[in-house]
């Protein structure tokens, strides 16, 4: 309690000055108005149309598919100002407000701002032009464009310009064909032609055609025509005697070279496309804190080592990344495979790897390649503060994080990190206060937590045998985990050991797979005697077995599929599977060990180990809505199911709803579990359960500059699987659990720095499940909650939220 009297006072001040600091702030800001600094005849751009000609009969829009209007805003040379919720425009207002006086403040203000778009005709015209001609290499060549400005405002000087698009008839493929001078390449040729994105039918894109060569170019490379460029890749169109389309032909041609004849005269020489092969494969890894004087070399596979003996890395290591070796024909793709496998080893600051023929001659098809490595500072050392707001409890933690990047020579990477923090937590049991105060004084404060952490990452798997029939382009990697932490709490001392082995290995970018062949965490907690007397009053089983000691030993598969690095509609996928203490139990089992002295369950090294399987997995859904909006969605489901030797999941492993990256309008774990109404002294602690459901929905927009603004929508929520006496309608019910869902909406603020992004989000409750029927919904009378003034029953609708990066 004194820790709370506390914290609220010293909040209450702090949002009381900010308050007061952002109400002047505002009125200076809203009294500078950009239009005040105009020019005699200069408006502002207040908002610029783009117009469609209609369908008479429909009514519609006559605009295609293949046109997307964000492309035909990116052409457009004057946009508006972003405004703030669409309405406000605060990113002119700093400028202006910035621009009047010079003092530091002033200038982060303007800087903070933007520039007042003032209307030009000239780049209207010329927007006009490149909407024309954009239109033409969509297929439209009949297009015709035009545009109009409009002042809507004399006063405020705003403008408004509208550009007038009629499309006409597209001109669509007819015929694609295929020429070429060296029908040797066409087997090559044909692997592409299977994958062309030029279609019969389809609207003619000049867009299209560009992304051909690139396709073309790659393919050739990819079969080792190492001089190929897509410079011999041209396209001839052909519209005539046609009917609003085309015909299209693929040109490949050959390679020219100009030559001197004999008698000195310039001459233009074609030769046929060859295939090349790599002759040797020279590799050099160099630190820079080295100047090698002389130089050596050492062959090993057929690979060429310059300077080996002074490496500092084992060869071995290098060789498993290749893709390639002496004698193979030439794969661009090989190569960039190797620059990525070379890249997560994470040992090296710089890689190039060049390839050139091994002579001028053009009728010499072999060539050299040389891989140059330079490597990173072998050890790092990291230093790391960060405030905390978990759960609502808020804290401060440190770490300290020490890295060798090389440890044995095999491009491992091991790290110790030291950590450790200070949280206010709550819980359900209260204890005098001077006990507290004995122990933290008038600190507000009441946790104490530190760690050290080891980690060992090697760069492959170590499996017992046919390592090499793993392929090296899954990225392949092992690590080994071990920590302790300890926290120290007035009500109980916590030890937590935690090891792991896990196997992990990527294919194409995409597909992330991990195996936690061995997860154990050991847990103890030394509980002070009053904490302990309070936990036996409570006749709650779930709440006493979360404060037990108790063993995990699990065993996890976790797959991902994650394609982020496409801008639009990008999707990821992540599942795990998790199972602990079958193989313990099985084999406890069959051998005959005696259980504990009650006869229910078995111990390990004196503990009771936890037996469950857990399957989770969340989609995530991404799309940009145009050049300054995107939406994100997600749906995420799990379950866990304790077994014999543990009736409930342990703690740690149960699932709970709220919070930052959860349902928002909550705080961690202060939700559910279903449509329990928490009215005793325990409210807030027992929400925990064994089944989650959620979906979120985020519309993302673009404020100034690096901030960005939010729109959410959360539903969800937590169940028991079975039915619990102690804790009524909390278990899940196919037949009502769709109206236990908690809903929460609200707005959020974020802030780009380019490393991270800082966010601020504020929730509001829509839809409460621990309510009765009838006032669960926001706008509902709360005709129960007004009569018993439960505080514990129904809290306070609105939840602020501080967190680092997006929630999902």
Known sequence: MWCTKIAYKLELERKLHKLLLGFFLSLAIVSCKPYKDLQEGEYLVNKVNIEFEKNKAEKKDMRQDNVKIEDLESIIKQKPNKRLFGVFNLSTNLYA???RKDNWFRRWM?????EPVILDSTKTAASTDQLRLFLVKKGYFLNQTSDSTVIVDSTKRKAEVTYQLTLNQPYTVKKLGMSMEDLTIKETVDKYWGESKIEIGKNYDEY?????????ENTMKSDGYYNFDKRFVSFTVDSNNLENGVNIDVNIENPRINRLTEDNRDTLVTYSHRKYTIEEVFIQVRSDDKRYTTIDTAQMNGYVFVNSSKNSIRPTVILRTLYFKPGDQYNIQNIQYTYNRLATLKAFKSININVYPRTNDPNDTTLVAFVELALNSRHSFAIETEGTNRGGNLGVNGSVRLNNRNVFKGAELFQVKFTGGLEAQGTSFEQDESVAEDQFGNSIFNTIEYGIEFGLRLPELLIP???????SYTKPSTEFTFGYN?????AYNRDIFKTGLYYNWIMNRKN????????????????????????DASNNSLLINSYNNHLISATKFQYEFNNSMIKENNIRFKTTVETAGNLLRGINELSGKPRDSTNTYYELLGIRYAQYIMVDGFIRYGTRLTRHSSAAYRLYGGIGVPLANLNVLPFEKSYYGGGANSNRAWVSRTMGPGGMADTGSLAGIDRIGDIKLEANFEYRFDIMGSFEGAYFIDAGNIWIREHDPQRPLAEFDVNRFYKELAIGSGLGLRYKTGFFIVRFDVGVKIHDPKLIVGERWLWQTKQQYESLKLKSYYREIVNWNLAIDYPF
């Open 465 to 471: 045998k046919n390592k090499s029939k793993i392929p």
């Open 486 to 490: 300890h926290q120290f709490r007035s």
């Open 97 to 99: 407000y910035g621009s």
């Open 512 to 535: 992330i797979f991990r195996v936690g062949i061995i997860d154990l965490s050991l847990v103890r907690i030394d509980k002070a005697q009053w904490f302990q007397e309070k936990l």
């Open 110 to 114: 303007k800087k903070m701002g933007d």
């Open 208 to 216: 299209v055609l560009t992304e051909e060569r690139g396709r073309i």
